[in-house]
């Protein structure tokens, strides 16, 4: 391996390694991985190798990945798997001890994640459906640390998003792992991709980047969809034992999921537990990634945001109101605040009925945040543009929604009336039709949620839940 001197510190001497693993010993064998075995170690560090600044120390439990070289591959990902674990640190990613590149081998040693990957769960029948969703939500905030928060230049392709490469700690806390296929591209274009020969693992790969060779962190996006249905369902995504349609997940999960018969397929241990609204939320943005065509996946952001919404419908946290103006138009939106953001602007598109809405959240340290706009993806000018400011401690506490009548099959919002504790807005758009009202005490209130497309299809609020 050509020599990176920032690595220099990360360098563990063979003998140690040897010394941890008890020379490889099949007792401490732990699992087989893409590019050679995985073994358990207490890792003792010589005088050597303490003058370094490894992370590792004296006792240390570590998994120990040993590259086959006799297969004669994985050495380019070797060297990719350490630059990137050494370059990028977040809590939902695994963490690199250090390495060797001595006496014919190749190893790379990792903190030891006591509970092993998630494959090894999906069918355990103790991991409640709470669990599961703390582990997606987890894994789905490492995944979007590599897609938008590794620097301003550039993102992470990970290429091998599958649930083999999700560790779980003591406290199931998901890490990913596994970096050696993964790709570097810029951020700085409306899309970033790179052309490559496709690769990944049959099953959880992007049909789209394996039919054109382009990679996108949309692959990546389809990859973990798979995922989260081999969580729903307590399977894994390839079973040879099967010549029909159940061989592959994503295409029995997608059949289902349009047929409207996924229960059929959900394992019944945690189907007893769901909560509707929380099975509800996690199945559609689980279709929405296995989405054929690359703009219609969602970004990681959003998955977060609605797999955030599922866990606390499920653990009673949030109500729904009702959603006025129509179920079936447009793609599902929703605004979810965190306990930390204020919501402090509403930008209201309008006229004769209510083209679009954004809003603008406020963050504890001041700065502000700015969601995509909700609707208006009709190419007409704009109506009315109208922009709602809220004060630092004003509370919103009811909604007043008008609806029209039918306009192209499609009920659409006509406007809206939002009520504070200081102050009432609106209302804004066409004197409806018909309205809904519902109103609420100060504190309740705890985001949106709708329908979107060439109009504001549908708007509703989430409360949080009377315990």
């Known amino acids: ?116 990957s998630l494959d090894n769960y999906l069918a355990n029948d103790h991991l409640t459906w709470v669990q599961r969703l703390q582990i997606c939500l987890g894994a789905a905030r490492g995944l979007n640390y590599l897609h938008a928060d590794v620097g301003e230049s550039h993102r992470v392709l990970h290429r091998d998003i599958k649930s083999s490469n999700i560790l779980l700690n003591e406290n199931w806390e998901a890490k990913i792992s596994d970096f050696g296929l993964s790709k570097i591209g810029p951020t700085n274009q409306n899309i970033t991709f790179l052309v490559t020969n496709a690769a990944g693992t049959l099953g959880y ?27 729903l369902c307590g399977r894994l995504a390839m079973k040879n034992m099967y010549e029909d349609e159940r061989r592959f997940l994503f295409h029995l999960a997608k059949l289902r999921y349009e047929k409207g018969k996924l229960d059929e397929i959900i394992l019944p241990s945690i189907r007893e537990q769901m909560k509707p609204n929380s099975l509800q939320t996690f199945c559609k943005i689980a279709y929405q990634c296995l989405k054929k065509k690359r703009h219609d996946r969602p970004k990681m952001l959003l998955v977060i945001e609605q797999l955030q919404i599922s866990l606390d419908f499920q653990i009673g946290y949030l109500r729904m109101t009702e959603l006025c ?73 009811g909604i007043r929604i008008g609806v029209t009548s039918e306009i192209g099959g499609l009920v659409l919002i006509a406007s809206i009336y939002i009520m504070t504790n200081k102050n009432g807005h609106g209302p804004f758009g066409k004197e409806p039709v018909s309205f809904f009202s519902e109103f609420w005490d100060a504190g309740s209130f705890a985001g949106f949620y709708g329908r979107a497309g060439h109009f504001l299809d549908g708007f509703g609020c989430y409360l949080k839940a009377t315990m």
């Open 1 to 116: 391996m050509a020599r990176i001197q920032e690595l220099d510190h990360l360098q563990i001497p063979l003998e140690d390694i040897k010394l941890a693993t008890n020379n490889f010993s099949e007792d401490n064998f732990i699992g087989l991985g893409g590019f050679g075995k995985v073994y358990e170690g207490q890792l003792h560090v010589s005088d050597f190798a303490t003058t370094s600044s490894i992370s590792g120390r004296p006792g240390t439990t570590v998994a120990v990945k040993r590259l086959d070289v006799q297969g004669g591959q994985g050495k380019n990902e070797f060297l990719n798997e350490i630059v990137m674990l050494a370059s990028y640190k977040h809590k939902n990613l695994a963490s690199i001890v250090g390495f060797c590149d001595e006496g014919g081998e190749k190893i790379i040693i990792y903190k030891y994640e006591a509970r092993g």
């Open 205 to 231: 790969v992007d049909p789209l980047y394996v039919s054109t060779g382009v990679l996108t962190k949309e692959s990546d996006v389809y990859s973990f969809g798979v995922v989260l249905f081999e969580v």
């Open 325 to 397: 103006g129509s179920n079936t138009g447009g793609y599902s939106w929703s605004l979810l605040l965190d306990n930390n953001h204020k919501l402090r602007k509403i930008t209201i598109d309008h006229y004769d009925c209510i083209f679009s809405v954004r809003f603008t959240t406020e963050d504890l340290s001041g700065s502000l945040h700015s969601t995509q706009r909700y609707g208006g993806d009709n190419g007409l000018s704009p109506g009315k543009i109208t922009e709602v400011h809220f004060d630092a401690d004003e509370e919103i506490t």
